[in-house]
């Protein structure tokens, strides 16, 4: 059995002076100091205002319970979702509205329906559970995000000032008819990620003329409720300082800047937390994260997963998923008072159980319950139209597949308390290995082990050491390798063998790193960095990160000696964006010839990787490298570099290549006098009697090649005769 650094008996005997009632904010405002017994650990987030918004954007919940989803309560009995999700500590319900999200004929794109009267339905029973309400306005018929800001149907051949009256219109008339139900609107949502574009305008001037039309619709509704704007990717460096400074520019009426964090997807908290600082501090706003949300488990429901790579420092558990939360509360209300909330994206959306895949596809397409349906095609064929399926975050839920709600659901009510529980594993790291073919290795002798209070373990690991040596024996190839802790938990070693990379430090996690050279265009100040980020580099910590608010224009190279003649392939990684004019490639050079293959960045962790095959060396020396040039504000990161040996040169390919050699010298005026045709006359005798397959003669005549380049070395320039008896000598020693 595992003997645990510390444990934590006294947790189970904590009392419980007084668990929120939720019954409204006093209830948190009022509720016991001491942490409060749980499924998990969740550390008090300190300070934490009454009023902090711990919202939850439960859009699709009314397509779901039409297709058969039920929702139960922690006591396995049937209740209202909102009920469920104010207990658990949310205070604010986020809905999208579409304009129009049906065909011609009256059948739903998917995605939750949500047009007008679906927001009024969901927004009527927020507030009858004391929630309020984050009307989020896509101002299109379906999904609006960064890749796609589609005007909505009946707006298309609109002049821009027609749009911009509809526009008003839109969010005057709908926000009236919401508040007219009785509808507790505390903030209004003008576009949803409007990163690169809204309703189909991407000119910013165009932009942030639409956002005041929805500003002023807001204002004249009702001037107490928040205005806010959203965008994503705070990963890419400078964006969301220029977003911000545009729209100040454009003096465009908001209050709150809000942006999504996707832990896979999106960096670090702290660089989100940094970023939100500079916006309240330099622009007077208030800041928000309106989305978030994370797997719990990698068996997806249905096919669909949308992120079940676990994020550095949270495991794919319920524990890590509660982490996630946690520390997003902690990192906006971290900003003071400009932090004001949290909203977690779909936590209610999974099918309904005890159906089969063609059942559960008719279900979607009859009630609009998947992230889209075949119906969507005509409005949206290069994303709906090719990938409409199922609910795609189901495994990033508070509700597990049989709609119970997941211990994690309480976080939103945990973090003014605190939790504890009994300290248990959450996850046995799996080990990764990488190694040459003919390195000798070994497995680890132990394992790390991490609890549910975060904390780490070394604890010793048994592995199957049959199958390690006959993954050994077998060579290149991937190879998973059983092993069994203490307590009989099981833990797996991924071994890949590889052919030799005879590129030094090709990952920059070794700090040596002058082996690499970095040059810049003329009058560039240097724009890379070998920078400690595991989420950037493509394996390890390291990756060379480029980024400039000047014009991107860098290569990186490095000159390989001593190789075995022979056939080599290269290749990389490469991720980054916001390059919409740029010039990326991978080159080598040889004494032969230069090899490039183009590449580019299509978003973060969007890796690239080039390839060149079969690079012919011959003098056991190449030079690799890449290349990136790009406007300003690029960036991205290169990782992982390889070279390896992939074939023998065949000798017929070498004479081929002397006698190439031998006429381009000729040409080029390196060889002049009689030694032409002396030397033409001994290759051609040295390949006659290489084809009959005499290989004394054939000698004969390239040692004669040789003698004769000495001997009249006032007719060869230096740099031919080396290049030529170099390709002989190579030729001599097949």
Avoid at 270 to 290: P, Q, R, S
Avoid at 550 to 564: A, S
Avoid at 689 to 713: I, P, V
């Amino acid at each position: 059995m595992i003997q645990f650094k510390r444990m934590f008996g006294t947790c189970l005997a904590v009392a419980v002076l007084g668990i929120p009632t939720l019954a409204g904010q006093a209830g948190i405002a009022n509720a016991a100091s001491e942490p409060v017994q749980s499924e998990l650990f969740v550390e008090k987030v300190e300070g934490l205002d009454e009023d902090f918004i711990r919202g939850v954007d439960i859009s699709s919940v009314i397509a779901m319970e039409n297709s058969g989803t039920v929702y139960y309560n922690e006591d396995g009995e049937e209740q209202d979702v909102f009920q469920t999700f104010k207990e658990a500590g949310a205070n604010y319900v986020r809905v999208r509205v579409w304009n129009d999200p049906y065909d011609a004929e009256g059948n739903s794109y998917g995605g939750g329906n949500n047009d007008l009267e679906t927001a009024i339905e969901i927004g009527k029973r927020a507030t009858e559970n004391g929630m309020k309400v984050l009307v989020d306005f896509h101002y299109s018929d379906f999904w609006a995000d960064p890749g796609k800001q589609f005007p909505p149907k009946g707006w298309e051949d609109l002049s821009f000032e027609e749009k911009k009256a509809e526009l008003y219109d839109f969010t005057k008339d709908s926000l009236e008819e919401m508040l007219a139900e009785g509808i507790d609107i505390g903030m209004v949502q003008i576009g949803n990620e409007t990163t690169n574009g809204l309703a189909g305008e991407y000119d910013w001037s165009n932009i942030t003329s639409l956002m005041n039309e929805g500003s002023k619709a807001v204002r004249v509704v009702d001037e107490e409720i928040l205005i806010a704007l959203h965008f994503t990717n705070p990963e890419r460096e400078g964006r969301y300082a220029f977003f911000a400074q545009t729209l100040d520019e454009q003096n465009v009426d908001y209050d709150v800047f809000a942006s999504s964090w996707y832990p896979n997807w999106h960096g670090t908290l702290e660089n989100l937390t940094t970023i939100f600082n500079d916006i309240a501090d330099t622009y007077d706003k208030k800041v928000m994260m309106a989305e978030v949300s994370y797997s719990y488990t990698n068996e997806d429901q249905n096919g669909d997963p949308i992120g079940t790579e676990e994020v550095p420092g949270y495991s794919i558990s319920v524990q890590g998923q509660a982490n996630v939360i946690r520390d997003a509360i902690d990192a906006v209300a971290s900003i003071g008072d400009a932090g004001i909330g949290v909203f977690y994206w779909e936590p209610a959306w999974i099918d309904p159980a005890g159906y089969t895949e063609d059942e559960l596809y008719d279900i979607r397409e009859t009630y609009g319950s998947g992230w889209a349906s075949s119906y969507a095609t005509a409005y949206d064929p290069e994303d709906a139209g090719k990938y409409y399926g199922g609910t795609s975050a189901d495994d990033e839920g508070l509700f597990d597949y049989h709609g119970h709600p997941l211990p994690s659901i309480n976080v939103f009510k945990n973090v003014y308390t605190g939790a504890v529980t009994e300290l248990k594993i959450d996850r046995i790291h799996d080990v990764h290995l990488q190694m040459n073919l003919g390195q000798s290795a070994t497995l680890p002798e132990t394992v790390t082990v991490s609890f549910n209070d975060r904390s780490t373990q070394e604890v010793p690991v048994s592995w199957d050491e049959d199958a390690f040596q006959q993954a050994l024996e077998s060579g290149i190839g991937s190879y998973v390798i059983n092993g069994t802790i203490e307590d009989g938990q099981q833990v797996k070693a991924y071994l890949e063998i590889n052919q030799e990379n005879f590129v030094m430090n090709p990952s920059f996690e070794d700090s040596e790193r002058t082996m690499w050279e970095i040059t810049y265009g003329e009058g560039l100040r240097p724009h890379t960095s070998f920078q400690n980020n595991p989420n950037d580099a493509r394996t390890g910590s390291y990756a060379l990160h480029f980024h400039s608010e000047e014009e991107i224009n860098f290569k990186i190279e490095q000159h390989i000696t001593g190789l075995e003649p022979g056939y080599y392939d290269l290749s990389m990684f490469i991720q980054g964006g916001d390059a919409s004019e740029s010039d990326m490639y991978l080159y080598a050079q040889t004494s032969e010839e230069d090899y490039r293959q183009d590449t580019g960045v299509s978003g973060w962790k969007n890796w690239d990787q080039p390839e060149i095959n079969e690079i012919l060396v011959l003098d056991g020396d190449v030079t690799i490298g890449a290349n990136v040039t790009a406007n300003a504000n690029a960036w991205g990161t290169i990782d992982d570099f390889s070279l390896v040996r992939v074939g023998d040169v065949d000798q017929h390919d070498l004479n081929e290549q002397l006698s190439e050699t031998l006429e381009g010298y000729i040409a080029s005026g390196d060889i002049t006098g009689p030694l032409v045709s002396q030397l033409q006359n001994s290759l051609k005798q040295a390949r006659h009697h290489y084809d009959a397959g005499r290989t004394g003669q054939y000698e004969h005549f390239l040692n004669k090649f040789l003698t004769q380049m000495d001997k009249q070395s006032k007719h060869i320039t230096a740099h031919a005769k080396e290049e030529l008896e170099k390709k002989t000598r190579l030729l001599l020693e097949q």
